[in-house]
């Protein structure tokens, strides 16, 4: 995940001209990180998504499953 400013840093680049390979050179970033990023709007800001535990969400369906096996 890129910081607010990198992605800024990102479209102000494209605006001077500069291509994606040269961005992502002088960034230290791959081709395909700069072209995502140069996707999105202006203005977007990244937001840090927390991780889901292992498991989550599958809890009511393995207790589903289970009381179905214990009969």
Known sequence: MLKK???KMIHKMIKEGLSKS???RK???S???VSKYAKLPEGH???NQQP??????YDS???LLAR????
């Open 61 to 63: 369906d393995l207790n």
């Open 22 to 24: 040269a961005i992502a």
């Open 45 to 47: 800001i990244p937001v």
């Open 31 to 33: 081709r395909d990180t």
């Open 52 to 57: 889901r535990p292992k498991g989550a969400g």
């Open 27 to 29: 960034l230290g970033l």
């Open 5 to 7: 400013g990198e992605v």
């Open 68 to 71: 179905r096996n214990s009969r």
